[in-house]
């Protein structure tokens, strides 16, 4: 469309010059000037729409333009598929041709269709030197009575002798001498190329005719000078019945006759009119201010808030320096270690790795370990990939591949390519390079395209008034948007931009009507509660879980839950319900970590399966076989666990430090203050315990439980409840 836009910006130059020609100077007998006017119009018409012109202007930042900021480096060095989320849906098989692509490709074929034949007349012409030729004077004649005759292209003459008499033939070497001297043949030559660029333009066919028209009256000028205006009138008449050949020659006959005699009787224009060729400077500053001048405003640079300065700061410490240089020196290589004590926290999970010169920690989701038999104690060599260095100098690596000590291969990272990934609030981000670029007069963008070679984003900015400033076509940048939709298949569009950022760090685009709602001002993440689902999960790195959440005391009313995804293994979609594998989750106060996990829009429920439920890092709740349920309208979760029971299991202790109520029938017995209840499974301390014995049905509240099977995990919570008839027991409370 760059190319369609310049070509129409190109003719609207030519049909402006053209006119002042055709209105005010057609008509005077200033031929050389006519025609060094129509040259440098020509020439013009394609310059002006392609130079480029920035005036700045530094303005305050306004709501609608481009803030500039600091911009803080990226923390990781290297990010591998554990410490990815995927994302994007299965590629379509088919993509319509896109519209600007589509006229492209019909303007090159038209162009090309009327390119052909001009090549094939120079071709043509360009073998008659081949030809024996008679020199006379700068002239080289060659005489032939078949094809185009009595005509010439630049020194070279084509005479039949047979249809000529010497007056004649003297008169049309004098005549087409004229057009050899002046390079005529160079004018036509640049005027058929214009013509076949712009054949969608009506006004450069009139161009190329007064064009050389003004060649025939400048040759006749001359030619008449020397034998007589009357005489020379009287021969181009008797040879004006002769056909005069089309193309790229002079003919000496060349139609219309009329308009040429007449100008050889017309009295000279007035010396005073060469003046009116000054009209032509006010056209060209119009075009050029229309066309070349680009107004851009660019936003004064306001001070790096102190906040942004403390959170980038440390990265000059020589201590980050040292660390992240001693992750370089470690990529690639393979270090021998034994599996050490395994890790886990809310955003990951891994294992030490002890070697002889140090302990380091290893990202690895503990079911990738589980699959690939990396039990601890076991030895092994790793090759690391990179590492995500904190402010403390705390490092994690990343391993690429981990093989036993026999050279089997154990584990080896996946690297699968998407269009973009996901942050935690929600936004979607690539690292890719500007294909197109498309400004309007004022340098506001109006398209930006981007393509990291294998997938392609299309941003649609009309309207936006975000101003381009110093990125160009070609740029490699780290984008940030969301809102996408498919367009092909590996083609995505999108008019919600949210930033873009040069890479390396120099250059930056914000978009206020986006910015805020994802980030604060000196570049960190807003917090985002939201109802996950497919459409609208928020997926990715999270660095806190907010203060507001963290405050609310155990058991206190809360509504609205925002359950983040931290980390994932896989992911995929269907009707409002969002499957994930090997989770890593925030819900209020509780990390949860989960085998398998499921987020229902409608309801606005998680259910999850081989879970731990994780606080200030000590496992709450670990139940491999349960299935855990949280309503995130409200924050009450509920936890449901097979026993397995067996005979004999339902022998049963009991204590309370208030009161205890027997029934009468003894069917039920309830234990009032620091109750306990003792069975061969578990031990249970609570406010109040309810134990139903012909129902085998035991309810405690406010409770806290440990599991015999799990000695190191006390669950807490609001209600317990355990049914030994069905062999179950369910957990309920408050995240």
């Not at 981990?402 to 929600?426: C, M, S, W």
């Not at 740029?475 to 083609?491: H, I, N, R």
Request: aromatic share 10%; charged share 20%.
């Amino acid at each position: 469309m760059e190319l369609l836009l310049y070509l129409l910006k190109a003719s609207a130059c030519l049909a402006l010059f053209f006119g002042l020609y055709f209105f005010t100077l057609r008509k005077t007998t200033f031929f050389a000037l006519n025609r060094t006017y129509l040259l440098a119009a020509l020439l013009l018409a394609f310059f002006i729409p392609a130079w480029r012109v920035e005036v700045r202007q530094v303005v305050e930042p306004a709501v609608a333009e481009i803030a500039a900021t600091t911009v803080p480096e990226p923390l990781i060095t290297s990010v591998g598929s554990d410490l990815q989320p995927a994302a994007a849906p299965a590629p379509e098989p088919f993509a319509w041709p896109d519209p600007d692509t589509s006229l492209t490709v019909l303007y090159l074929a038209v162009t090309a269709g009327f390119l052909w034949p001009l090549l094939r007349q120079l071709s043509g012409l360009l073998q008659q030197r081949d030809h024996p030729y008679q020199r006379i004077g700068n002239l080289r004649v060659i005489y032939k009575n078949e094809g185009f005759t009595n005509c010439s292209f630049f020194r070279y003459v084509f005479v039949d002798p047979e249809r000529l008499s010497k007056a004649e033939f003297d008169a049309l070497l004098l005549h087409e001498g004229v057009h050899a001297a002046r390079w005529h043949s160079l004018d036509k030559l640049f005027m058929q190329a214009a013509r076949a660029l712009l054949w969608f333009n009506p006004v450069v066919y009139w161009y190329a005719r007064e064009l050389e028209q003004l060649h025939e009256f400048e040759a006749d000028q001359v030619t008449a000078s020397q034998c007589g205006q009357e005489a020379y009138a009287h021969l181009l008449l008797g040879l004006a019945r002769r056909p005069a050949p089309a193309g790229l020659t002079h003919s000496f006959v060349r139609h219309p006759i009329r308009e040429r005699i007449e100008m050889l009787f017309t009295n000279q224009s007035n010396n005073m009119k060469k003046f009116v060729y000054l009209a032509a400077l006010p056209v060209v500053a119009v075009l050029s201010w229309g066309f070349s001048v680009r107004y851009v405003e660019v936003p004064q640079e306001r001070p790096v808030s102190p906040a942004s300065r403390q959170d980038t700061g440390w990265r000059n410490n020589p201590a980050y320096r040292q660390a992240l240089a001693g992750v370089d020196s470690l990529k690639g290589m393979p270090l021998e270690g034994r599996v050490g004590a395994l890790w886990s926290d809310g955003f990951g999970q891994g294992f030490l790795l002890n070697t002889s010169s140090g302990t380091l920690q290893v990202a690895l989701s503990h079911s990738r370990m589980r699959a690939a038999g990396l039990l601890e104690g076991a030895g092994i060599f790793v090759k690391l990939r990179g590492a995500l260095i904190d402010q403390d100098q705390k490092i994690t690596f990343v391993p690429t591949e981990i093989h036993d000590k026999t050279g089997k291969l154990l584990y080896k990272e996946k690297i699968v390519r998407q269009p973009f990934l996901y942050e935690a609030n929600r936004a979607r981000f690539a690292y890719s390079r500007i294909s197109k670029l498309t400004t309007d007069a004022s340098g506001h963008i109006s398209a930006l395209w981007l393509n990291d070679g294998h997938f392609s984003l299309r941003f649609n900015l009309a309207g936006q008034k975000l101003l381009a400033g110093n990125f160009r076509s070609g740029d490699s940048v780290l984008v940030k948007f969301f809102g996408e939709a498919k367009a092909g298949g590996k083609v995505y569009t999108s008019s919600k931009l949210i930033a873009l950022y040069s890479q390396p760090r120099g250059k930056e685009l914000r978009n206020p009507a986006h910015y805020s709602r994802f980030y604060q001002e000196d570049g960190r993440q807003q917090q985002v509660a939201t109802t996950a689902g497919p459409e609208n999960i928020p997926l990715g790195y999270q660095q806190d879980a907010g203060a507001e959440q963290h405050r609310a005391a155990y058991g206190g009313a809360r509504t609205d839950v925002p359950v983040r995804v931290a980390r994932f293994e896989s992911i995929s979609g269907r009707e409002g319900i969002t499957e994930l594998t090997g989770a890593d989750l925030l819900a209020g106060r509780f990390s949860i970590h989960a085998g398998k996990a499921s987020l229902n829009r409608h309801p606005n429920q998680l259910k999850a399966t081989d879970f731990k439920i994780i606080q200030d890092g000590k496992a709450l709740i670990a139940a491999p076989g349960a299935q855990l349920s949280v309503n995130m309208n409200t924050g009450d979760f509920t936890v449901q666990e097979q026993l397995r029971l067996k005979d004999g299991d339902i022998e049963v202790e009991y204590s309370a430090r208030d009161s205890t109520r027997v029934f009468k029938d003894r069917s039920r017995i309830d234990l009032f203050g620091k109750a306990e209840f003792k069975t061969a499974h578990f031990k249970i301390e609570g406010s109040r315990i309810e134990y139903d014995y012909k129902a085998q049905l035991v309810t405690a509240h406010d409770f806290a439980v440990v599991h015999s099977r799990r000695p190191g995990v006390r669950t807490t919570g609001s209600l317990l409840t355990v049914n030994f008839a069905t062999g179950e027991y369910t957990v309920q409370g408050k995240m």
